[in-house]
C-alpha cells in the first residue's frame, strides 16, 4: 500500500513555505514592539484540560477531539486550541502571581473535522494571551494590534470587527434559561442541529446558519438587556478606546464564541473575501478560566489568528510580496576542477551580506549549472571556471534582467552586489 498523509493533516512543500514564513515573521515582529513574549507549550496535554476548559458540551470535546489513552492508560488529547495549554503553562510555571503577562505561541492544532479549503484536521493558530489586566484597554491593544498587523499585510481593507459583550457567568445564565424558554416554544421550528445543542449549549444556536431558524431568533431575548452595569461599563469603554484609535467594528449581539470559557468582550475578525469559511481571527475575554483551572483568580483576555486563512486571504488579495518567491538570490556555478573556489566564494559572500547563497553541488557542465541556477530563482549567478579561478575573478550573469555579464575580481564582488541586489 502506498503511504500517504492523513486526510486532513497536509504537507507544507518548499514553495509554499516562504508564505507562511512571511506571514509568521510579520505577526512576530510586531508583538515584539508590543512587548510580547514567546511562550512554547506541548502539543499534547491532559484531556481533563480541554474538559475543564472548553466544556464537555461543546462540538470541540464531544465530537472533534484527538484524544486516546497512553501506554499507562491515561487519557491524553492533541491540543485542539491553544488558549487552555498556555494557562497550565503559565500556572504550573509561577507566571501570574502578581505579575503581568503578555504572551504569544504558534504551531499546529488538531480537530477532526471535515477537510475543507482553510480549515483542516492539523490546522495553524498564532495566539496572543495577556494575564492581570482586568480593564478594557488591554482589550483595546489586541485589537487596536491586530488591525495593525492588517494594515501592515495590506489586508485591511478585506477584513472587518466584529464585537459583543457576553457579560458575567451569572449574566448568561439567567439569559440563557430565558433564551431555553423562548426556543423550547418553538422547538418544532428549530433545525435539526438546533434542537440537539437547545439543551447542551444553546448560546451556539445564535450563531446557526440556518436561515429558518435565524429568523425566529429575530424575536428571541437579547443577551445585552441581561448583562451586569459593570460589563455594560466594560464594553462601552472599550467601544471609546477603538473609536478613539480609529479602529471600525460593529456590535454583534449573537456573536457568543464557541467556547464555555468566554466573559464580557468577545471579537471577530471576518472576511468575505474566502467564501464561507470567513473567520480569520477572534478571541475574547475569559477572566474566570485560570481560577477553573487551580490557580488564583486572574483576569485573561487573547486572541488566535489561523494561519491557512490568513495565507489564503492574503494569496486571494495578490499581498504577498513577489519577492518571498526567491529563495536563493545568487547562484555559483564552479564549472570544472574549481569547487574548491566556489565554495570559498560562498562562504565570503554569506559573511559579507545577507545575501541567500547557494553553491552549486551538483557539477556538470557549465549549461547544465546555469539551468539549475534559473530554476532556483536567484538574481544572479556567479561562474569560476579555471581561468577565473586562476585570476581569483568570476563572471557575474544576470538571470532576470538584461544586464550584461562582466568579469569582476572577486574582492569587488561584495560591493558590487551590494549596489545591485
Known sequence: MKLQSIRGMNDLLPSESPRWQYLENAVATLLARYGYSEIRFPIVESTELFKRSIGEVTDIVEKEMYTFDDRN??????RPEGTAGCVRAAIQNG??????????????MFRHERPQKGRLRQFHQIGVETFGMAGPEIDAELLVMT??????LGIDGAVALQINSLGSAADRSR?????VDYL????????????RRLQSNPLRILDSKNSATQALLADAPVLSDYIDSESVDHFARLRQLLDSAGVSYQVNQRLVRGLDYYSKTVFEWVTDALGAQGTVCAGGRYDGLVEQLGGKPCPAVGLAMGVERLVLLLDELQQLPDSIARQVDIYIAAVGDVAVDGQRLAEQLRSSGDW??????????FKSQLKRADRS???VALIIGEDEAAANS?????????TEQQTLAQSELSAFLTAQL
Open 73 to 78: 492508560g491515561d487519557p491524553l488529547t492533541l
Open 95 to 108: 507566571l501570574l502571581h502578581n505579575q503581568l503577562q503578555r504572551l504569544w505561541y504558534a504551531g499546529p
Open 147 to 152: 488591525a495593525r498587523l492588517w494594515r501592515q
Open 175 to 179: 439569559y440563557r434559561a430565558a433564551l
Open 184 to 195: 423550547q416554544a418553538h422547538h418544532g421550528e428549530l433545525d435539526e442541529d438546533s434542537q
Open 356 to 365: 541567500r547563497v547557494q553553491l552549486d553541488c551538483a557539477g556538470g557542465s
Open 377 to 379: 530563482g536567484a538574481v
Open 394 to 402: 568570476a563572471v557575474v550573469k544576470f538571470l532576470r534582467s538584461g
